[in-house]
């Protein structure tokens, strides 16, 4: 048993009770993190003096003030997208090794004003571009349940960090269920906010039209503590909504009764294993049970989103990616012999075989005499994939399905064909084209992998998807689950 | 024009364009790694050609979602970063500059 079983609340409780300490909290977790994390691979960095210095100020907040706020004291960690001031932040890629940036992301300021403690920097792949974590430039994250295993992508160290409690909450990013899948993998809560709900000030772009930052957490009300912390509005990104967030707690104790939840039978075809298709039948039975209707819909799109997402994605990778030029930040070719050469050498040295995939790709939609076929195209299906979501709210409250076809998938096993590894996406990507919220809860397990159940709510539907997860999270009743090696 | 060609679902990719395109994007891709990279490309457009089957006639392209537009600010000065600062990660600089090499 270790302080990091604990949900976010019942630490709370003991930091108040002064049963133990923020830095006591925050040395447990950094010891977890030194001690076991080499078997893992989640961390790129731990960040030990941050964190004892943010846990002193917390444990002085936690003495000092009336109503500190619940994440005060809390360890958690950073995708390594995030900007963090003075921390090294490489995005998982060589071209940004040693980058340590001038400012904090919005999201990292935000859960620095409620006390939170940074213990780490998480693995990821490169620029967020993977479902494995193998494309990190400098290591790949193996699954905490069996390490010959992914722990999903591209969010896996932050996935699995928090699966083997070495940070109890973590931040991620989800562009086309980058937080969901490692979620879903690892056995631990992911949420993707609508688009807009969170700030990306300071998150290190993939595709700015679809990129989410959103939190993993053992429990659907640890992950619900984080999106309160983040979420709403900021001046600093003109995308965020101005609407306002709202008490998100009270959703996780409303239960399900009275509801209409929409299962997408396109969601259910192709690729689904028995394993997985098992876990979320019983789901659904206990949605049933505590009173929801579950209905059948249809969301006819499905069939071209995984198309329109990789043009679109790897459009805007080549734009946003342009910055990486290797003459304001990163190693750089200073000694090149001209500036072509210089961000010829920086770029190819920097950059690892999917993210030159996705450069070269993005290119090639967007040049003149294909960009109608292929990009204005894709751009037309993901209205239409939005108003097929859009058609189905008006009739259900929210949909369920599985978060992925598979349970995680061997190392390896997908590396050497780019488009085995898309399609792992294909239950996630949609809603990241339509812009709405998405939640993946584990449900249970099959042959000793963790199993998630994706719930899907509207635009700003946060609050309806927390709803829903919380009572799969009570019925499955499996997040006190650890696995071996990092129990105890 | 060669945007028509795509007839083999992979718009005539071929290693003359791979070229042109890592010309474009700054890539510095090697000979074998254009060779090593073309047949992944044709296979993902190849598998993104299933657009060409969705009937869009009459639909909207969407760029972005959340529907908020002309977002605007006051004019008010804030405090940024100091030239120091924002020059802090370059490899290599100069007198407050950053230095690069010629253009050839």
């Known amino acids: ?488 | 024009m060669v945007g028509a060609d795509r007839e083999d679902g992979a718009g005539g990719l071929d290693l003359a364009l791979v070229a042109h395109l890592s010309r474009l994007a700054r890539l510095g891709l090697t000979d074998a790694e254009m060779a090593a990279i073309l047949p992944q490309l044709r296979a993902i457009l190849a598998a993104v050609d299933r657009l060409q089957e969705a009937d869009v006639s009459g639909v909207d392209p969407t760029a972005q979602v959340g529907g908020l537009y002309d977002v605007m600010r006051d004019d008010q000065v804030e405090p940024g970063l100091s030239a120091d600062e924002a020059l802090a990660n370059a490899p290599s600089r100069e007198a407050g500059l950053l230095r690069v090499p010629a253009i050839q």
């Open chain 1, 1 to 488: 048993m270790s302080l990091l079983d604990l949900s976010i609340s019942e630490l709370g409780r003991g930091l108040r009770a002064r049963e133990f300490s923020s830095v006591e909290l925050a040395e447990e977790a950094l010891k977890r993190a030194e001690s076991l994390d080499g078997k893992l691979g989640a961390f790129l960095r731990t960040t030990r003096e941050l964190a004892l210095e943010q846990a002193r100020t917390a444990d002085r907040r936690l003495a000092g003030e009336v109503d500190p706020p619940a994440l005060c004291g809390i360890p958690i960690g950073h995708k390594d997208v995030l900007c963090t001031k003075g921390v090294e932040t490489t995005s998982g890629s060589r071209i940004l090794e040693g980058f340590r940036p001038p400012y904090d992301a919005t999201v990292v300021a935000r859960l620095a004003r409620d006390g939170a403690v940074v213990v780490g920097k998480m693995n990821c792949d490169e620029f967020a571009m993977g479902s494995s974590n193998e494309n990190s430039a400098f290591q790949p994250t193996v699954n905490p349940w069996d390490s010959e295993r992914v722990p999903g992508g591209s969010s896996g160290g932050s996935a699995a960090a928090v699966a083997a409690r070495l940070a109890v909450a973590t931040l991620g990013t989800d562009t086309g269920g980058s937080v969901r899948l490692p979620a879903s993998f690892c056995g631990v809560v992911g949420v993707k906010p609508s688009y807009g709900r969170v700030s990306r000030y300071g998150v290190i772009a993939f595709a700015s039209s679809l990129d989410q930052v959103g939190p993993l957490a053992k429990t659907v009300e640890d992950a619900q503590l984080v999106l309160s912390s983040i979420a709403g509005a900021d001046r600093r990104d003109s995308t965020t909504s101005p609407a306002p967030v709202g008490d998100l707690a009270r959703a996780l104790h409303e239960g399900v009764r009275g509801l209409r939840l929409g299962i997408p039978r396109e969601y259910l075809e192709a690729g689904l294993e028995d394993g997985v298709r098992e876990v979320f039948e019983g789901a659904c039975r206990w949605l049933e049970a505590e009173g929801a209707e579950l209905v059948e819909v249809s969301l006819p799109s499905t069939q071209y989103a995984l198309a329109a997402y990789y043009v679109i994605a790897p459009a805007e990778v080549s734009s946003n990616l342009a910055r990486m030029d290797g003459i304001r930040f990163g190693p750089g070719e200073p000694q090149a012999p001209s500036l072509l050469a210089a961000y010829e050498l920086a770029r190819n040295r920097g950059f690892g075989p999917e993210v030159r995939r996705r450069v070269a790709l993005g290119t090639f939609v967007l040049s003149s005499g294909y960009y109608d076929a292929y990009y204005l195209r894709a751009q037309k299906v993901r209205t239409m994939v939005a108003q097929d979501f859009s058609r189905v709210f008006e009739k259900v409250d929210a949909l369920i399905s599985p978060t992925a076809p598979t349970p995680a998938f061997r190392l390896g096993e997908r590396t050497q064909d780019p488009l085995a590894m898309y399609a792992t996406d294909a239950l996630t990507l949609p809603a990241n084209l339509a812009g709405i919220s998405g939640l993946s809860v584990p449900a249970g397990f099959t042959s000793g992998l963790p199993v998630g159940v994706q719930v899907l709510g509207p635009y700003l539907g946060e609050a309806m998807c927390l709803r829903v997860g919380a009572v799969v999270e009570r019925a499955a009743d499996v997040w006190r689950r650890v696995p071996a090696g990092f129990d105890g």
